[in-house]
């Protein structure tokens, strides 16, 4: 062999020494992080309804995590302390808390980051939370649960008084793909900031309605959950915009827009769909803006809802804005409240910043002798209590 040859040869011999070398280098500290973070089991739901956090973070000097069961402290949300171990993982027990859909986050001194441990998450405008379910109680209706399941599209609609195409979220019940039957509606709206993605990512509309309706509890029904903002084509990150940061407030929010032109809705679902078109058949309901959009539009159309559900409602346009829609709003509803309906349903939190507007609107009611069933919930304006108000509210429709 020549001298070339031993060189070459040798350095082959090296090369692979080396690699070796890096590949049981590389072997060593995966198995070690499997062992001290990557194996990490977060959140842990005990039987007791207890949950236990964990992170691994040896070099952190400071872990806390915010949750919706942790009291507000000063306006803002509530921290607790997570506790470190010798290996650097740190841990964090709750109480016992009641069945119910939770969100969380965690602060690494101070930078709020999340559970690397749970893939799970939700986007509540422009927040991202991770989140975890507690059964054995109301949550078990947001579970999905063999039975049964509804089919939820996401479809692009024309609105020729919005000069726009929007996307729209409609959900239809099981079966309903085989069947010739056609089926009643409900129009369910989102709050400020929410857009066609939000009931059924953060109000768990269709596994409610899918776990209601194998329950024998609700009538199949199809759900529309449209874009309350009119000047959206559709969520953040589904439109020509692409991916562009949520904000809370848009322009045209809750000035009579969306009611002038919620007529394009009706038109798209019932061209498209095997839909009742007759007041009996439609039911319209809303959480917080949505509760706003949903009383003023059956009260603007009002022969064209027997069902109303106010979730949380906003009650009173801003003055400075100038649309017809908000012309004449007492005689309007009374009205409505004249050519009658079969139900008229309003849910508020008694620390709901905007109780005492409903507390307000339930006396004009009352004057009015309007008739309406009253759910008064603990909590404020949550997604806990939306989520049970649309609960309570799915059985009652379409009797």
């Known amino acids: ?80 302390a997570l506790t470190k171990d010798a290996k650097g993982l740190w841990a964090y027990t709750t109480e016992v808390l009641p069945s119910d859909l939770y969100s969380y986050s965690f602060f690494v001194d101070g930078i709020e980051t999340k559970d690397p441990d749970n893939v799970y998450l939700n986007r509540d405008v422009a927040t991202v939370s991770n989140i975890f379910i507690i059964g054995n109680g109301q949550a078990d209706l947001y579970k999905v649960q063999k039975a049964p399941h509804g089919s939820v599209t996401k479809r692009w609609y024309d609105s020729p008084d919005n000069n726009k195409t929007r996307r729209i979220t409609i959900y239809t019940p099981p079966g309903y793909e085989t069947s010739t039957d056609s089926y009643p509606v409900l129009y369910l709206l989102h709050g400020m900031g929410g857009d066609e993605e939000a009931w059924m990512a953060l109000g768990r509309a269709s596994q409610i309605i899918d776990n209601l309706i194998a329950q024998g509890k609700a009538k199949p029904m199809i759900i529309v959950m449209p874009n309350g903002n009119v000047s959206q084509e559709a969520a953040p990150g589904e439109s020509t915009l692409g991916f562009h940061k949520p904000v809370f407030q848009l322009p045209q929010t809750m000035d009579g827009k969306m009611e002038e032109t919620f007529q394009d809705i009706i038109k798209f679902v019932e061209s498209n769909y095997r839909a009742y078109t007759d007041r009996s058949g439609r039911a319209i309901a809303g959480l917080s803006m949505g509760g706003y959009h949903s009383l003023h539009i059956s009260r603007y159309y009002p022969n064209t809802f027997d069902f109303v559900g106010l979730f949380s409602p906003a009650i009173i346009p801003n003055p400075s804005v100038n649309s017809r829609v908000y012309e004449d709003i007492e005689g309007t509803l009374a009205a409505q409240i004249r050519n009658g309906y079969q139900l008229y349903w309003i849910g508020i939190g008694k620390t709901d910043f905007l109780y005492d507007t409903v507390a307000e609107y339930r006396s004009k009611l009352d004057k009015l002798g309007a008739k309406y069933t009253y759910m008064e919930s603990e909590g404020g304006h949550t997604w806990s209590n939306w989520r049970t108000y649309l609960s309570e509210f799915l059985p009652l429709l379409f009797k």
């Open 1 to 80: 062999m020549s001298s070339k040859q031993n060189i070459e040869s040798y350095m082959k011999k090296t090369l692979l020494l080396i690699v070796a070398f890096v590949i049981a280098i590389v072997h060593t500290h995966a198995q070690q992080a499997l062992g001290e973070g990557a194996d990490t089991t977060s959140p842990e739901v005990h039987a007791d309804n207890t949950v236990t956090f964990r992170l691994f973070a040896p070099n952190a000097k400071e872990v806390k995590i915010t949750g919706d069961w942790i009291p507000f402290e000063n306006w803002k949300p509530g921290t607790a």
